[in-house]
């Protein structure tokens, strides 16, 4: 039964009720589909921003890890989001996308992102004594010494042209040092990343300028982290042959 006109007030109230349950359940879609899609997460550095020093300093640390590994994480994502990938893992990202031209600006971000965190697990202040246990014989066995892999791994590091990354690697059960150029990582060739420096120059130019062997010589003898690169050793590289 019609009984007139409602009234304008009681109408306004209907409209706004109904524009703010819009807009709520937009935002909330938003935000689900933004936590499904943030792949990449920036974890806390886990020592303080001084604590590398003075191989480190700090201000190195505040920009390469500030921005460039920040700026790595918050690219990635924003591709991720606009390619509307199905990956939910950062290995997932770069198996997919590892040798796409079409997606190339994407694999440089994550695999960047991948790379940088896995740099900061290498490194603790008070490191740099030699390896104990199942890697230091691992070490001997593909390098003759801890000496001798050192001196090889320093040398890799003058090798690299330009910008890059020196690793060492387990190939199965034998243990490599290689060289990835620009954002390439070992996960997209199939091997174990075990240990890492990054000699991009934001790694190092503001404390050595062009003297890249003396920033991988003192990260290799002050900062290396042995016990976090045996934790990598994966069944397959545990094998002692």
């Not at 937009?26 to 689900?32: E, K, R, S, V």
């Not at 997606?103 to 790379?115: E, G, I, K, P, T």
């Not at 199939?190 to 062997?213: I, S």
């Amino acid at each position: 039964m019609f009984d007139g006109p409602k009234h304008p007030t009681r109408v306004k109230r209907c409209a706004l009720g109904a524009m703010l349950i819009v807009f709520m359940a937009a935002f909330l879609l938003h935000c689900g589909h933004t936590e499904e899609t943030a792949v990449f997460t920036q974890a806390p550095l886990p020592y303080a921003e001084d604590a590398l020093t003075p191989t480190i300093s700090a201000m190195t640390l505040r920009f390469h890890y500030g921005k460039h590994h920040a700026g790595y994480v918050a690219d990635a994502n924003a591709r991720i989001r606009a390619r509307r990938l199905s990956a939910t893992t950062p290995e997932q990202v770069i198996a997919e996308t590892a040798g796409r031209p079409e997606y190339r600006a994407l694999f440089n971000s994550a695999a960047q992102a991948w790379n940088h965190d896995f740099f900061w697990k290498c490194l603790k202040p008070g490191g740099g004594q030699p390896p104990t246990g199942l890697l230091a014989d691992k070490i001997d066995n593909a390098f003759g010494s801890y000496s001798q892999f050192r001196s090889a791994f320093i040398q890799a590091g003058t090798t690299v042209f330009g910008s890059g990354w020196i690793w060492l690697v387990a190939d199965g059960a034998t243990l490599r040092i290689v060289n990835t150029a620009n954002a390439d990582t070992p996960l997209a060739h199939g091997l174990t990343p075990l240990f890492v420096v990054d000699v991009w120059e934001h790694a190092y130019y503001l404390d050595y300028q062009n003297r890249r062997d003396e920033f991988v010589k003192s990260i290799f003898d002050h900062l290396a982290d042995w016990k976090f690169a045996a934790t990598q050793l994966t069944p397959a590289a545990t094998n002692k042959k």
